[in-house]
Nanobody, 117 residues
Framework: QVQLVESGGGLVQAGGSLRLSCAAS????????MAWYRQAPGKQRDLVATINRADSVTYADSLKGRFTISRDSAKNTVHLQMNSLEPEDTAVYYC???????????WGQGTQVTVSS
């Protein structure tokens, strides 16, 4: 059983920063890709950023330059550094991990990020 536990969310003023963490219950190199998604109220869940075993990263176009995904392999943790936060970044942020074959997808429980104007 794989567990992903997010932390680091909270309330921040516009222009501020937050660092989210996702702690995995197993070696993160077991996963092909780890990612962050977010879901704002009444909207679909959208991809924020990904990182693969080779440390190759991708970002949603609208977030490039403000968000940075990274990992700490020694702690089986993936981080999302979020800078210059805007009210539009308010959402529940979810950690995601994919492994296989056989292909499996795992989700964390989410952490709330609220950016006040």
């Amino acid at each position: 059983q794989v567990q992903l536990v997010e932390s680091g969310g909270g309330l921040v003023q516009a222009g501020g920063s937050l660092r989210l963490s996702c702690a995995a219950s197993r070696d993160i190199f077991d996963f092909n890709v780890m990612a962050w998604y977010r879901q704002a109220p009444g909207k679909q869940r959208d991809l924020v950023a990904t990182i693969n075993r080779a440390d190759s990263v991708t970002y949603a176009d609208s977030l490039k330059g403000r968000f940075t995904i990274s990992r700490d392999s020694a702690k089986n943790t993936v981080h999302l550094q979020m800078n210059s936060l805007e009210p539009e970044d308010t959402a529940v942020y979810y950690c995601n991990a994919q492994k296989g074959p056989p292909y499996r997808t795992y989700w964390g429980q989410g952490t709330q990020v609220t950016v006040s104007s």
